[in-house]
């Protein structure tokens, strides 16, 4: 299917657990980005990528590593998740300076 | 920093009312501002792109307008329905114009 995806759509883990997010374009899209939604925050940016290979840090990006060896996938890992990080995760993809794209989002809930 | 700010966070209408949502933002150095609208529990759906060098974009009722001098945007929905009922979210490009910075966004309620 043509688009951004996210998988899985839900989920429930522990604390202390490692969990991957994961993000999968077909548009060949330069930039990806990672954010999460909160209610009182808005949208926040943990972590974006301008091209393969390429990260950076965004607005909260501890508690997350991010890794982008393919243009198409850009996967998110909590490397131990805490209570703090029960959120909605939004994966995007943007070519250049051009219109954004989001996923349908990941309900991460950490207990 | 780059802030955005919609106001008001929520909004009551009756069905058949035309509405202005607004957005601003501190720095006035975009290249483009986003509108984007969520339906609960969805993620988020790009309504339109407005380049900076645009005043305006339309796409069916809708019509944004950019005046980046006066760091202002604003969406306009002519003829609100029902299923217009979301949150209404803008964005614009962060300084260094490598990723969105997003408004906490306005709710949308229309009434039948």
């Known amino acids: 299917d043509a688009g951004i995806t996210q998988s899985p759509r839900y989920k429930i883990t522990e604390t202390g657990r490692q969990v991957t997010l994961m993000c999968h374009q077909t548009w060949s899209h330069s930039y990806m980005f990672w954010y999460r939604q909160d209610l009182g925050h808005g949208l926040r940016l943990i972590y974006y990528?301008?091209?393969?290979?390429?990260?950076d840090k965004g607005e909260v990006p501890d508690g997350y590593v991010v890794s982008r060896s393919k243009t198409e996938n850009f996967p998110l890992t909590l490397e131990s998740a805490t209570r703090s990080q029960t959120s909605v995760y939004f994966c995007?993809?943007?070519?250049?300076?051009?219109?954004?794209?989001f996923g349908q989002g990941t309900r991460l809930t950490v207990v | 920093k780059q802030e955005v700010t919609q106001i008001p966070a929520a909004l009551s209408v009756p069905e058949g009312e035309n509405l202005v949502l607004n957005c601003s933002f501190t720095?006035?150095?975009?290249?483009?501002l986003q509108w984007f609208r969520q339906d609960p529990g969805k993620g988020l759906t790009s309504l339109l792109l407005?380049?900076?060098?645009?005043r305006e974009q339309t796409s069916g009722r809708l019509n944004a307008s950019l005046d980046k001098s006066s760091g202002r945007s604003t969406l306009y929905i002519a003829a609100s329905q029902p299923g217009d009922s979301a949150t209404y979210l803008c964005a614009v490009p962060n300084q260094a114009g490598t990723a969105l910075i997003f408004g906490k966004g306005t709710t949308l309620s229309v009434s039948s």
């Open positions: 407005i380049q900076s060098s645009q």
């Open positions: 990528s301008a091209a393969a290979d390429i990260t």
């Open positions: 995007a993809s943007r070519a250049g300076n051009t219109e954004a794209f």
């Open positions: 720095d006035s150095a975009i290249y483009n």
